[in-house]
């Protein structure tokens, strides 16, 4: 083949290759189109995805803050804001102004242990400060995952500057106030105590918070601001010496309790109460179950025989018995397998004022019979002996009675067994039997006489009152009352030895022993009530009311009565001096 015919066939093949790269090219051409649109439409759905997943976690991110934003912030932070540490409380003032509870401030030591590197070298350090720290609790603390944790609540000045010398980093203080009481348990069952956040938990603290207060430092408006101060009816004096006499009289008689409470009779308002085992309300811990427990009110005991000045009372003024009356005490009473006798015996019959001033059982129950069941229960609930008594303190019992009242239960509660109530009701009740027989609830807070006749309820009519106040009379120079006489002041009272129930029966070897008394009785100012319970003789025998309960009245009179500003008078007129010239 020529040279020339061998250029012409390649030619001629190089065209037919051309021509079918061309169709190929056209071919690859229209399927890359439908890729780069399929490609794109892909493309599209995972940016929508992409953006709904978006969408998704913030609407669960908002919602979520949302949430948080409606909880109490308690719930949602290991630490409360600053404004609730700092909170303010009112200062509690007795009537004359003297400080009973404040506000000091104080700081409190926290670790944010996520910037902890060594917690056993953090607790070493601590330690030499505060060596009383718990070491296993304190380090799962320091070594936990939180970024918050309280160490130690309430530092001394002392303290924060020791603490801060070691330069421990990790950890810091936060502002707080705590409450302070400087008459430690001097007041401690009236006053109460707060717990750590400055909460009021028992006593007038515990009262305060519950007229606004709490709701005030919930929503952060006690910061900073200064509180009125809030004034109590007591008496930061008489109340010292009450206390005084019942610490007394426990080591001297190895007694299980005590209590005692001055109350005036015509505004009902409580100058002095205290209740003995008690405790500091600035270490309310350290006092233990027994110190907390406010006999006074939140105790039920049957209070002996002086319940027989409600039944006489009630006697007297059910106009069924008059003060000329006479009843026969020569033989004991015996109803459903019981023997009612009297203590003291005379074996004959005695009069109303022989009953009260021989504390007769068989003559009050004789009382009680006249009156009969229903008249007799209804006339201690008028009394308030047999229902829940309203004042400010919220530590206040319900009294015990028999679920069915019958003749047996009549009479033995006539002498005060059967029923059991607070010795502060029964102080308020016999304020009413000496007043003129107007029942007045006990208050906390300062009251008037304008103020409290517009509360009280009359009871017993003022002639009935007129005969107790010569019976408590008679039965304080004549009767058991007589160790409770304080020169000059008229003291009248009535005693009550109660056999207490062991193991479910009543034993005459431990008493609960009270004293009913009212001041001066020819215009009864105060009442007084005192009682001890289980007290032991030196020869370890039960002691009777009126070598016990009786001079512990005769010496809180005598040392409060001027405090008062009850004056004394000498003499049948009330002129005489006590020493003659």
């Known amino acids: 083949m020529s040279f020339l015919s061998r250029v012409m066939v390649l030619k001629s093949r190089a065209h037919i290759s051309a021509g079918g790269r061309g169709v190929g090219t056209s071919l690859r051409g229209g399927t890359f189109e439908s890729a780069r649109k ?14 709904a997943g978006f969408a998704v976690c913030y609407c669960a991110i908002g919602a979520k803050l949302a949430y948080y934003g409606m909880l109490d912030p308690e719930s949602t932070a290991s630490i409360m804001p600053a404004d609730r540490l700092m909170a303010s409380r009112p200062d ?11 506000d000091i401030r104080t700081v409190s030591l926290f670790a944010e242990p996520h910037k902890i590197v060594d917690p056993d070298e953090v607790i070493e350090k601590l330690r030499t400060v505060l060596p009383d720290l718990d070491t296993r609790q304190m380090y799962n603390k320091l070594s936990s995952k939180s970024r918050f944790q309280w160490l130690r609540r309430q530092l001394t000045p002392k303290q924060q500057s020791q603490i801060l010398a070691l330069g421990i980093p990790g950890i810091g203080f936060r502002p707080e106030k705590r409450r302070f009481y400087p008459g430690g348990p001097t007041a401690s069952h009236i006053v109460g105590f707060v717990n750590i956040d400055n909460r009021g938990v028992a006593g007038m603290e515990r009262y305060v918070d519950t007229q606004g207060l709490a709701d005030l430092a919930a929503v952060g408006m006690t910061s900073g601001q200064p509180l009125e101060p809030v004034r109590l009816s007591i008496d930061l004096r008489v109340q010292s010496i009450l206390r005084d006499v019942l610490m007394e009289s426990i080591t001297k008689f190895r007694a299980k309790g005590a209590g005692a409470v001055v109350l005036d ?40 025989s002086t319940f027989k000045s409600f039944t006489l009372a009630m006697g ?31 074996g004959r019959m005695l009069s109303i004022p022989e009953i009260f001033q021989y504390s007769s059982n068989i003559g009050t129950a004789k009382i009680a019979d006249v009156v009969g069941i229903d008249g007799h229960k209804d006339f201690l609930t008028k009394l308030g002996l ?60 300062p009251r008037t006489r304008e103020q409290a006749e517009e509360v009280a309820k009359t009871v017993i009519k003022p002639q009935t009152s007129a005969n107790m106040r010569w019976l ?43 004293f009913l008394a009212a001041f001066p009785i020819y215009d009864p100012q105060y009442v007084v009530l005192t009682f001890i319970d289980d007290p032991r003789s030196e020869t370890d025998h039960a002691v009777l009311a009126g070598n016990s309960a009786a001079p512990m009245v005769k010496e809180i009179i005598s040392r409060s009565a001027a405090i008062l500003g009850v004056k004394p008078r000498f003499g049948e007129d009330g002129t005489a001096m006590l020493v003659s010239y």
């Open 38 to 51: 399929r490609k794109s439409g892909q493309t599209r759905v995972r940016v929508g995805l992409i953006i």
């Open 92 to 102: 509690l003032l007795d009537r004359n102004g003297e400080v009973l509870a404040t």
């Open 265 to 304: 009779v015509h505004t009902g308002e409580v100058l002095g109460m205290a209740s003995a085992p008690d405790f500091d309300p600035n270490d309310p811990a350290a006092g233990g179950e027994d110190g907390w427990l406010n006999r006074m009110s939140n105790g039920t005991f049957e209070m002996g």
């Open 316 to 346: 007297l003024d059910s106009g069924k018995v008059n003060m000329n009356d006479m009843f026969d005490a020569r033989y004991p009473i015996r109803i459903g397998g019981y023997t009612i006798k009297d203590f003291h015996g005379q």
């Open 386 to 445: 047999l229902t829940k008594m309203q004042t400010e303190l919220p530590e206040v019992a319900m009294p015990g009675q028999p679920r069915e009242w019958k003749k047996i239960n009549s009479i033995t509660i006539s002498f005060g067994h059967g029923v059991s109530t607070t010795p502060l009701q029964t102080a308020v009740a016999g304020a009413a039997l000496v007043n003129g027989g107007k029942l007045i609830e006990p208050t906390f807070l």
């Open 472 to 514: 408590f009379r008679w039965n304080g120079v004549k009767g058991s009352g007589k160790n409770a006489l304080v020169e000059g002041f008229n003291v009248g009272g009535k005693t009550g030895t109660a056999d207490k129930v062991i193991n479910g029966r009543y034993n005459h070897d431990h008493n609960f022993n009270a």
